[in-house]
């Protein structure tokens, strides 16, 4: 039979031919539950995240969901189904790395949808940075042309990128950020304020979750000679 409203009636005749009638009317629906979820990050940093969802069809009436590690089908009368309260579902990790977790829905009838895949990496640590130095740690310069190397590693979600600062401080905007090469080569620098004197260069490194780890080194600029 299809969905839809059902109706029943009830008849009861007696013996000298009196009949009474009581009808009686149910919502069939054998359908599951539709659902659009939004694409969750590929890395997070956070210890939780609010996924957003939609639901399609007739499937707006209240719903029920179940998160599990695996993709075994739950129970319907399982004690760990959640009443959907809104558009998103939250999510909580307890541990960094490579997480994976599957969503299921439930409607009122008990018809359930096929089970979601999430996936992300979750990576709270920002990168190590072992090693900075300016012209390979020499304490004076004559001109302000430089040249710079480091040494860091991510075991996370990897070095995204990275920028340098003399005011020590972090970059106001996405461009500022320069794409991050896994290179062993110097990086060639050039002071913005070419005033002698001592000068700082902080390097800010940034993986791909959104961590970001930073060092300073310094380096005397003199190109006056001798009086």
């Given at each position: 039979?299809?969905?839809?409203?059902?109706?029943?009636?009830?008849?009861?005749?007696?013996?000298?031919?009196?009949?009474?009638?009581?009808?009686?009317?149910?919502?069939?629906?054998?359908?599951?539950?539709?659902?659009?979820?939004?694409?969750i990050p590929s890395f997070l940093n956070s210890d939780n995240y609010s996924l957003p969802l939609s639901l399609t069809g007739d499937d707006s009436e209240v719903l029920y969901y179940f998160l599990n590690s695996d993709n075994n089908t739950p129970e319907l009368n399982e004690p760990n189904w959640i009443l959907l309260t809104s558009n998103s579902i939250e999510l909580?990790?307890?541990?960094?790395?490579?997480?994976?977790?599957?969503?299921?829905?439930?409607?009122?009838?008990?018809?359930?949808?096929?089970?979601?895949?999430?996936?992300?990496?979750?990576?709270?640590?920002?990168?190590?940075?072992?090693?900075?130095?300016?012209?390979?740690?020499?304490?004076?310069?004559?001109?302000?042309?430089?040249?710079?190397?480091?040494?860091?590693?991510?075991?996370?979600?990897?070095?995204?990128?990275?920028?340098?600062?003399?005011?020590?401080?972090?970059?106001?905007?996405?461009?500022?950020?320069?794409?991050?090469?896994?290179?062993?080569?110097?990086?060639?620098?050039?002071?913005?304020?070419?005033?002698?004197?001592?000068?700082?260069?902080?390097?800010?490194?940034?993986?791909?979750?959104?961590?970001?780890?930073?060092?300073?080194?310094?380096?005397?600029?003199?190109?006056?000679?001798?009086?």
């Amino acid at each position: 039979s299809s969905d839809g409203d059902k109706t029943l009636i009830l008849f009861v005749r007696d013996y000298a031919g009196n009949i009474a009638q009581q009808l009686q009317s149910i919502q069939l629906d054998q359908t599951g539950p539709s659902i659009v979820l939004e694409q969750i990050p590929s890395f997070l940093n956070s210890d939780n995240y609010s996924l957003p969802l939609s639901l399609t069809g007739d499937d707006s009436e209240v719903l029920y969901y179940f998160l599990n590690s695996d993709n075994n089908t739950p129970e319907l009368n399982e004690p760990n189904w959640i009443l959907l309260t809104s558009n998103s579902i939250e999510l909580n990790f307890e541990k960094e790395g490579q997480l994976r977790s599957y969503l299921w829905l439930k409607d009122l009838a008990g018809n359930l949808a096929a089970p979601q895949g999430i996936s992300t990496l979750v990576d709270r640590t920002p990168p190590s940075i072992n090693s900075f130095t300016i012209n390979n740690g020499d304490n004076f310069t004559n001109s302000s042309e430089i040249i710079l190397s480091w040494q860091a590693s991510d075991n996370g979600s990897g070095i995204k990128d990275f920028f340098l600062s003399e005011t020590n401080t972090e970059p106001t905007s996405e461009e500022e950020w320069i794409t991050y090469l896994e290179t062993t080569e110097n990086y060639p620098y050039s002071f913005i304020d070419e005033q002698d004197g001592l000068k700082s260069l902080t390097l800010y490194l940034r993986d791909f979750a959104g961590n970001i780890q930073s060092i300073q080194d310094n380096i005397s600029l003199d190109t006056q000679g001798p009086e």
